[in-house]
């Protein structure tokens, strides 16, 4: 094409110097897009990278897998024999979490259903807002109420000798996870397709049996992500069951009927580190390479954080396979 | 000039993933003409416009082979693609309207190349909706948003966008689906004029349309190009083709 | 229900037996999963009230603006709502820019390929990494190896990166719902991705990427874990309604971890204090929620297309 000819003026480079700074500006700017775009990797890869670093030494030197994971004796700081088993801690996020669960997974799964099938449009708002706003406490206040309100409550209720135990953390963790089981339980429900419903319901089945029979097997990829999360989220709660176990180091499972004690306190491994983390010192190697025995103990937390990265982590990434599932559906 | 064809399209073959949606088409779109193209649903016409002015590298998951000149110049080797897509106006079936004013509908695209001057753009929005038909039932409205006008006016904004970068090719795709006849009748009118000053690619569904319009049709089947010819003679009862003859009578398609 | 039959009804549309046993079960089920939905709201809303109550005596504007006394036994929170107000503020400038555009690539930039899979699940982890695992990292990776020491600085780089995710998937959202054809629509008149995204998507999404930073802001106010190792403090003393009494790289009090020693590590602080503290915090977070929440619904009224 005949591109007209242009004359070389102050104005004309002027404009050509203009077009070539915004160009470049655009370019810094998509350049940082991508940079941030790629960041959370980054970021993910990061958190491993320095728990794994300040918990390093631990695994080097004195890690055994067996008086690590299945040893119930915690006793980070006793002065002749330290000992680093977390399998009481194990139990006691296990209990908790079971806890949790039989208090959240039912209810969250029934108030997904009917927020998403049952209730009319202003209803539905209005439950959304409320779930919302569940999820919103700030987990030290959860722990607050634990502390302060289910505490005396349990005491009174059950007569046990202290409201401070896995039941009392149960309850008020899964009170914490219902509004991130709510929501992923209902996009999943709303993801099925809607001919699904439309067919159930032309061949004249109530609303139920749609429900029961056509939605929660269509959906129920979603929901088991929902609940994946929830046990994601209790597994990883902090201030909350920190204020609300009874922190003793203590496996509520035993033999004897009924099995499992949830009146019993507990602790888990995010309280542990919580509590722990202040009072550890951070030491450096000697002369020789070696640590002196009391830094283990800070390098111990760690290795628990560790774990937990790995325990959530295994957990999110199957529950974003399986909503994988359903997002690809709703395109 | 001694090249009497705007645009050249050699071999040129898209595949969406798999499915292959635009077969070995190789055309000529002639200078300053209204070069019309029909053919039944998914037959790939709007994928040839979309290679056009190279929208289609923005749709994941297609490839393109062949070439494309227009006025000699291989498109893929072009640099600056906004460039390019400046020298095309592209107007598709559905109507869009920016969520933006009117004015600012018709003035975005010289905006986006640089333009600043209150006056060149006031000059461009008015030229521009008075072309596409629409500046007397706009003109007292311009600050109204442009996704509120009804469906045909929000059409006609499209065409006045389309315009407002003095394209050298413009290309329509089954623009008049969401418009009533009157205002059809209106752009077609615009159009024949339009032809003095720009290469005009008609896509359509409406044979009629291409026969009222085209200087050339092209009629492409499955992503093949079936016939191209001028005008006359693909109307004719003697096309040469009896495919051609069959889908300009209505017979398929 | 013993509702009186029609007298015109013909046999037809009479309800048979099973039709009307069916009826009823689905009246049945529709109030068992209404009543479990009120079931987790009503504590939901005993505990504010309860928390308020006992909160009353103490709620005054003295108890905001002054600052504690007597060992924490006394006085106000001022110091430690300032604290709050830093940190919050300054994970904000931190995670904002970083979420936003990392939200803008996952929606417009990324193809559909292996990679962005990646993103996205990176994404999902970095928000369900327990909050205390993120102050493990914030203390190896901002205290100790950036050697930024126990700062509000530290602190909000770990609330920033623990809070990203949210910002993260509320832009992807918003950003979404911008139709695809307005942005084929610019690109055909040759502006670039950049141009249509700064020109039409954000203006059309800014209310929807708002509502992330504000829940970020809630999620940022209430964590306590992760700022306990890296900034937050038990006391530090401040002048009575001073706006700036810190400096970036030293620590400050904050009202979640406050909330958290008067209530465990203090003995003898008078309840309605504690109550006080809490509600407080609470209330803080829930006028922000509801800032996103009326954001949303004003969002939704306004369409402009």
Redesign the interface.
């Known amino acids: 094409m005949a591109i007209p000819q242009k004359k070389i003026t102050a104005a004309n480079i002027f404009q050509w110097l203009w077009k070539w700074i915004r160009q470049l500006c ?1 370019w810094f ?2 350049g ?10 980054i ?2 890869f ?2 491993f990278y ?2 794994f ?2 918990g390093a030494p631990f695994l080097r030197d004195c890690f055994d897998f067996k008086n690590f994971f299945l040893s119930p004796e915690w006793y980070p700081t006793s002065i002749s024999n330290k000992r680093y088993g977390i399998l009481a801690l194990l139990a006691g996020t296990g209990s908790v979490t079971i806890v949790a669960m039989l208090v959240a997974v ?3 799964l ?2 997904a ?3 998403a099938e ?2 009319k449009k202003k209803t539905k708002e209005a ?1 959304k ?2 779930v ?3 999820a ?6 959860w ?3 634990g ?3 289910t505490n005396p409550l349990i005491v009174k209720l059950t007569g046990a000798p202290i409201g401070l135990n896995a039941l009392n953390a149960g309850i008020i963790v899964g ?1 914490m996870s ?1 509004p991130i089981i709510v929501s992923i339980a209902e996009d999943s429900i709303r993801a099925v397709p809607d001919g699904y419903i439309e067919a159930a319901e032309a061949l004249g089945a ?4 749609t ?1 029961y029979r056509v939605i929660l097997p269509a959906a129920k990829n979603g929901l088991l992500a929902a609940v994946l ?1 929830g046990v ?2 209790a ?5 909350a069951v920190l ?1 609300a176990t009874g922190h003793s180091v203590n496996i509520p499972f035993n033999g004897e009927f009924p099995y499992f004690h949830a009146l019993e306190s507990v602790r888990t491994l ?1 309280a542990t ?2 509590a722990e ?2 009072e550890a010192p ?1 030491l450096d190697a000697g002369m020789n390479g070696s640590f002196p025995a009391e830094a283990r103990h800070y390098q111990v ?2 290795v628990i ?1 560790i774990v ?2 790995v325990i ?2 295994v ?3 199957i ?2 396979l399986a909503v ?1 599932g359903i997002r690809q559906k709703k395109v | 000039m001694v090249n009497e064809n705007r645009v050249e399209i050699r071999n040129l073959t898209v595949r969406y993933g798999k499915t292959i949606s635009l077969h070995d088409v190789s055309l000529d779109i002639p200078r300053n003409k209204i070069f019309a193209i029909i053919g039944p649903a998914n037959s790939g016409k709007t994928t040839l416009l979309k290679s056009i ?1 190279r ?1 289609l590298e ?1 749709e ?2 297609s490839s393109v082979q062949g070439n494309i000149t227009i006025d000699g110049r291989e498109i893929h080797e072009i640099w600056n693609v ?5 020298r095309i ?2 107007v ?1 079936p ?1 109507p ?5 004013s009117v004015y600012d509908n018709v003035a ?2 010289p905006r ?2 640089g333009e600043r001057r209150r006056k060149v753009l006031d000059e461009i929005v008015e030229r521009c909706l008075r072309q596409a038909a629409l500046w007397d039932e706009v003109k007292d409205r311009l600050k109204n ?1 442009g ?1 509120m006008l009804s469906g045909g006016q929000q059409q006609r904004l ?1 065409i006045a ?2 315009l ?2 003095s394209p050298e090719i413009l290309c329509l795709d089954e623009f008049s689906i969401a418009i009533d006849p009157v205002t059809t009748m209106r752009i077609e009118d615009v159009l024949v004029q339009l032809k003095e000053e720009m290469t005009i690619i008609l896509v359509t569904n409406l044979v009629q349309q291409a026969r009222r319009l085209g200087d050339m049709t092209c009629f492409i089947n499955k992503g093949r190009v079936v016939q191209v010819d001028t005008t006359e003679v693909m109307f004719s009862d003697n096309p040469g083709n009896q495919l051609t003859y069959d889908y300009v009578r209505g017979v398929f398609g | 229900m013993n509702n009186h039959q029609p007298e015109i009804s013909s046999a037809l549309f009479t309800a048979t037996v099973f039709t009307r046993k ?2 009823r ?2 009246r049945i ?2 109030i ?3 009543i ?2 009120v ?3 009503i ?2 809303f005993v ?1 504010v009230t ?2 308020i109550i006992r909160a009353w005596p103490s709620l005054t504007w003295d108890f905001l603006t002054d600052v504690p006394k007597n060992g924490m036994r006394g006085g106000g929170i001022w110091p430690a709502l300032v604290g709050t107000i830093y940190t919050v503020t300054f994970s904000l400038l931190i995670a904002v ?3 936003v ?2 939200g ?3 929606n417009e ?4 390929s292996w990679f962005t ?21 914030g ?3 901002f205290v ?2 950036a050697g930024m020491g126990k700062s509000i600085i530290s602190a909000s780089f770990t609330l920033a ?1 623990m809070t ?2 949210v910002i ?1 998937v509320s832009t992807t959202e918003a950003l979404a719902s911008v139709p695809r ?2 942005r ?12 249509t995204i700064r ?2 998507v954000l ?2 999404s800014i209310s929807g990427i708002l509502t992330g930073v504000i ?1 970020q802001v ?1 999620r940022a ?5 992760p700022i ?2 890296t900034g937050a403090v038990f006391f530090k003393y401040v002048q009575r309604g001073d706006f700036f009494p810190y400096h970036l790289n030293e620590q400050c009090m904050a009202l ?2 406050h ?2 020693t008067i ?2 590590q203090v003995p003898g602080v008078p ?1 309605p204090m ?2 006080a503290t ?1 509600v407080v ?2 209330g803080f ?2 006028i922000f ?1 509801s800032f996103a ?1 009326v954001l949303r619904v004003y969002m939704r009224n306004r369409k ?2």
């Open positions: 655009e700017i998509v940082l897009i991508y940079l941030c775009g790629v960041s959370s990797i970021f993910v990061s958190i320095f728990v670093r300040e039912p209810f969250s029934g108030t259903i009917f927020i049952f209730c439950m807002i409320v919302e706003i569940l919103a406490i700030p987990s030290v206040v722990g607050f109420i502390l302060m309100v009170l219902v109530t609303r139920w049996q429900v999360l994601g989220r597994v990883g709660e902090t201030m204020m995010t580190i919580v983390m202040g951070r937390l760690f954080g937990l990265f959530t982590f957990i999110n990434t529950a974003d994988k | 002015n929208t923005l994941s998951g906004y460039e390019l897509r400046r106006g592209m598709f559905l869009v309207g920016l969520p933006l975005y695209a986006m190349a948003l996704t499209t966008r389309a407002s970068h | 069916k009826q079960m689905q089920v529709g068992v999963f209404g479990m939905a079931a987790i709201l504590p939901l505990l309860y928390l820019p970083i979420g555009m990392a803008i690539y996952l930039y990324a193809k559909d899979r990646i993103v996205n699940m990176a994404v999902v982890n970095l928000a369900g990494v327990p909050s205390i695992v993120h102050a493990l990292f203390v190896g990776a100790l190896f990166i990203l995710p993260i054809p307005f084929t629509a610019c690109w055909n008149v040759g502006a670039s991705k950049w141009q020109t039409i203006p059309n829940l809630c106010a209430g964590e306590t874990a306990m190792f979640s971890y909330l958290h209530s465990t309840e504690l109550y809490a915090l609470l977070v829930l929620n929440i402009k297309w």
